[in-house]
């Protein structure tokens, strides 16, 4: 079954400086691989998403990330932080097959600090 | 257009009673999704629902849990005699279907369950 580890709940980042947060996967062929944010009592949002094509993926708010088959990773980043950025981050991956249903890592928690 | 939406969005309830929410799709989207999001915790997957085929309830916790589609509209989770581990956030995505599976899942912005 593929799975994703997200490292450190909690990540702190000053405002301007650069947003990088770690996504490695599991699975047993080539994934799709999604980013996903929450803000406050809201839903999910999709960021931007991996499914073959581009390596480097661009998304929403200025945010990318790259697909690295090698190190089996997929962090995002985003070269200076807003305040607007705080909110919670999800990684997950998906099977190209059957249900596609997403496996999500812990999630990072972001906090900007002025 | 409009988004998934869930109701209800909060909902507390004592130890051992049932309850049931509410997810309405996105129009036209066949495929539903039911996941579920504890403190401190990723989502889980629960079950999917694609069309009128039947259900993969591979995610469900326990026979407490089940869930019912009518065709491609509304779908409801019960919990049956609850119990405190219940207490999470319920998920509700949905997504239309082509081949290769790449479209995005659309979630709502989920019901938060509290069990006493």
């Known amino acids: 079954a593929q799975s994703v580890t997200q490292l450190g709940s909690h990540v702190s980042v000053s405002e301007g400086a650069l947003v990088l947060l770690r996504c490695n996967y599991s699975s047993s062929v080539p994934p799709y691989l999604f980013w996903y944010v929450q803000y406050p009592n809201q839903g999910l949002q999709l960021l931007l998403k991996y499914t073959s094509a581009a390596t480097l993926v661009k998304g929403i708010n200025g945010f990318e990330a790259e697909f690295k088959k090698s190190e089996t990773s997929f962090h995002l980043t985003k070269p200076s932080a807003h305040m607007s950025d705080a909110a919670e981050y999800f990684c997950?991956?998906?099977?190209?097959?059957?249900?596609?249903?997403?496996?999500f890592g812990k999630g990072n928690q972001v906090v900007v600090i002025p | 257009g409009a988004g998934v939406s869930q109701s209800p969005s909060n909902k507390v309830t004592e130890k051992g009673k049932d309850v049931e929410l509410r997810c309405d799709p996105i129009?036209?989207?066949?495929?539903l999704y039911w996941y579920r999001q504890r403190l401190g915790q990723g989502l889980e997957f629960l079950i999917y629902f694609q069309g009128n085929s039947a259900p993969d309830k591979s995610g469900l916790p326990s026979d407490r849990f089940s869930a019912e589609r009518t065709g491609e509209s509304v779908s409801t989770l019960t919990i049956q005699r609850t119990q405190q581990e219940d207490s999470a956030v319920y998920l509700c995505?949905?997504?239309?279907?082509?081949?290769?599976?790449?479209?995005?899942?659309?979630f709502g912005p989920g019901t938060r369950l509290l069990v006493l």
């Open positions: 995505a949905s997504r239309s279907l082509t081949s290769g599976g790449q479209e995005t899942q659309y």
């Open positions: 997950a991956v998906s099977l190209p097959y059957g249900n596609n249903r997403l496996a």
């Open positions: 129009s036209g989207h066949t495929a």
